[in-house]
């Protein structure tokens, strides 16, 4: 088994806060409010998210190969309604003289290559009765990976054939702790992923490659990145990042992908975190920052943020985004709205200008949009990854 060092595990230490909005808010409301949740964040995290139980290596024979189709949320043939989901209804914008969202003063077009689209979801397991989920989810642990297929997924549908690995994600309580158990917890995860990724690719031997992730999902895909990415380095369109904080001096160095500058550039990466103004990032930023000694420092000055609305190229003045999803029936369903938010990056945020759409209940303490980090810009992505894929095919 492939071991996850130290200083990974302080990185999932610090990403605890970003994605764990239902239960982090949950505990606010069991402790006695936001302030404590300020003062004793780490403490109080800790102790609600912990597995009750030691870890036990799961045995072999649970261990998916991703030879059947039972081992994928979607691919060729499997979970095709729920990639293929569609907002039930476009409100146009009067900045955009367009109604295709996908598209703008583009050069002459190409024909384009279909893709492959390998996307690993964030955490959707919360309970506390074991350290890895099992591959079959069910309740709500499932319907969140649905939401999350529909939501996320979708937006590269358009592209080509989506492949979604179900996996024996690592339980929300491994990223708040150092301990062996945690670290096995993220391997047999990672693991998974990497399986998966070897059927990927034996399933796609040639053509476009797009990678797509949040929260844990961009977790594993930038250690694939690491450890794998020289495999795929000419056939990569665009990495998504999207959730994970990326150090520009001490992560990007030994990923191989550079960071996406201008929307025309293929085989990079586009990464943010997303916040409203007044940001407050302290509670994730500092554990983040500490380090173990062991490699150098992580700073918030070196903090990558890729706008998703300019294609990673700087904007001084927020930029306004293509079409924003605006949940509808309990989540099931939303609305796309064009020019619903304005974004720039701002010392290493995704900072949002303005008002901001209703979108539920799942922001986070410190004005943190992570669980919406897709749906914000739901239509910049789906512009985006079309126009990398051109940049790719003018490339070639």
């Known amino acids: ?106 050069a002459d077009p190409v024909d384009l290559t279909p893709a492959a689209i390998f996307y690993v979801h964030p955490t959707t397991y919360l309970q506390r009765d074991r350290w890895n989920a099992p591959i079959e989810l069910d309740g709500n ?12 997924a979708s937006a590269f549908a358009a592209m080509g054939q989506v492949w979604a690995p179900r996996y024996r994600q690592a339980a929300y309580g491994a990223f708040l702790s150092t301990e062996p158990d945690a670290l096995s917890a993220l391997d047999v995860a ?30 594993h ?25 990326i150090d520009r001096a001490v992560d990007v160095a030994v990923t191989g992908p550079p960071v996406c500058s201008r ?56 930029a306004l985004g293509r079409g924003t999803l605006v949940p509808t029936d309990g989540l099931q369903n939303a609305t796309l709205a064009q020019g619903a938010v304005r974004a720039r990056c701002d010392e290493g945020l995704l900072t949002l200008a303005g008002e901001v759409p209703e979108l539920g209940p799942y922001t986070l303490p410190g004005n943190n949009y992570h669980v919406y980090d897709y749906a914000l810009f739901y239509g910049d992505i789906r512009h985006d990854a079309d126009r990398r894929r051109e940049g790719w095919e003018r490339a070639r």
């Open 1 to 106: 088994m492939l071991q996850c060092n130290a200083h990974a595990a302080r990185r999932q230490s610090m990403a605890a806060r970003l994605f764990l909005g239902i239960i982090a808010l949950l505990t606010v409301l069991v402790v006695g409010g936001v302030t404590a949740y300020y003062l004793y964040g780490d403490e109080i995290l800790a102790e609600q998210a912990m597995p009750t139980v030691e870890f036990v290596a799961p045995p072999e024979e649970d261990r998916p190969l991703y030879d059947e189709d039972g081992d994928w949320l979607v691919k060729p043939g499997v979970g095709e309604d729920l990639v293929g989901w569609e907002p039930g209804e476009f409100l146009p914008h009067p900045y955009f003289d367009q109604s295709d969202v996908m598209i703008d003063d583009a």
């Open 141 to 152: 642990a499932a319907f969140r990976a649905r939401i999350f297929i529909q939501s996320q």
């Open 190 to 219: 990672f693991e998974d992923v990497s399986t998966a990724f070897d059927a990927f690719l034996a399933a796609n031997p040639e053509g476009p490659i797009i990678l797509a992730g949040h929260s844990q999902g961009s977790l």
């Open 221 to 245: 895909l930038l250690r694939l990145l690491k450890t794998r990415g020289s495999e795929i380095a000419d056939r990569l369109v665009v990495a998504y990042i999207v959730g994970w904080p």
């Open 263 to 318: 929307r025309d550039e293929s085989g990079c990466i586009m990464t943010w975190l997303t916040f409203a103004d007044p940001a407050n990032p302290n509670l994730f930023m500092r554990t983040w920052e500490e380090g173990n000694g062991s490699e150098p420092l992580r700073s918030r000055e070196r903090l990558i943020c890729t706008n998703p609305i300019t294609g990673g190229e700087p904007n001084e003045e927020p």
